[in-house]
């Protein structure tokens, strides 16, 4: 599978953005998702990850209601939705994907990944 994220930007804080990343190939139903973030000088940690029903999902605490991940299984992409937007969200936003995820937050077990998408907070 292929991933395309897109929707980043510049907000300011308190603000919300929304982003998708959109994927080809088949089968994108059976695919857990992820979402990930790099800050710059930082490691890339993890966000929010949904299942391939979308019946189960589990957020970072640093993202804990503020963020909503969701998945429309019919167009293909997953969304992540960011709300009270801090500058500490700063970051390369990435979106993940794999056909077996035994632990969602852990960068490791996802193979497939999108190019990332530049969300910039400013204070």
């Known amino acids: 599978v292929q991933l395309q994220a897109s929707g980043g930007g510049l907000v300011q804080a308190g603000g919300s953005l929304r982003l998708s990343c959109a994927a080809s190939g088949r089968a994108f139903s059976r695919y857990a998702l992820g979402w990930f973030r790099q800050a710059p000088g930082k490691e890339r940690e993890f966000v929010a990850a949904?299942?391939?029903?979308?019946?189960?999902?589990s957020y970072a605490d640093s993202v804990k209601g503020r963020f909503t991940i969701s998945r429309d299984n019919a167009k293909n992409t997953v969304y992540l939705q960011m709300n009270s937007l801090k500058p500490e969200d700063t970051a390369v936003y990435y979106c993940?994907?794999?056909?077996?995820?035994?632990?969602?937050?852990?960068?490791?077990?996802?193979?497939?990944w999108g190019q990332g998408t530049q969300v910039t907070v400013s204070s």
């Open positions: 949904i299942s391939w029903s979308g019946g189960s999902t």
């Open positions: 993940a994907a794999e056909t077996l995820v035994a632990r969602p937050g852990a960068i490791e077990d996802y193979d497939y």
